[in-house]
């Protein structure tokens, strides 16, 4: 038992000190908000509100970084989603390349948001309407029509 007890306190204070450890990687310190250049262009207020509660964590530069975005190894996982999930498409920078081609597939396939987003915030889960709601209005601000993948204000590549 004592043995037991003493292997159990050297995997709590080895946790710790990897733990301890892990806070000095820089990677995950930069939470930034740059400044909005161009909101998307929502053509319902329904459809802004869906996309505020349950995108623009990742999709904008309105990411309100929570606590645990503060701690290694979470702050690593955050961060790396925030700056992917602006790579791909940015709410905020709406006509900068802005590309909605395989948005609507995305959502209907439920792949967003994506599950470790939703098991900590359970109110960005999208249901059968706000999903019908979104993917129309993106396929409505979605200017080249016809699925030709160029958002407002398209440009090329």
Sequence with gaps: ???????????????????????????????TNPPVTADAPWPTPAAARIARQSCYECHSNETTWPVYSKVAPMSWLVRHDVDGGRDKLNFSTWGDHTDLHDVSDVIRGGSMPPLQYTLIHPAAKLTAEEKRVFIAA????????????????GGGD
């Design 1 to 31: 038992m004592a043995s037991r007890r003493r292997w159990l306190l050297r995997i709590l204070l080895w946790s710790l000190a990897a733990l301890a450890v892990m806070q000095v990687v820089p990677y995950g310190w930069k939470r």
């Design 138 to 153: 993106i396929q409505a601000m979605d200017q080249g029509g016809g699925g030709s993948g160029r958002g407002r204000g």
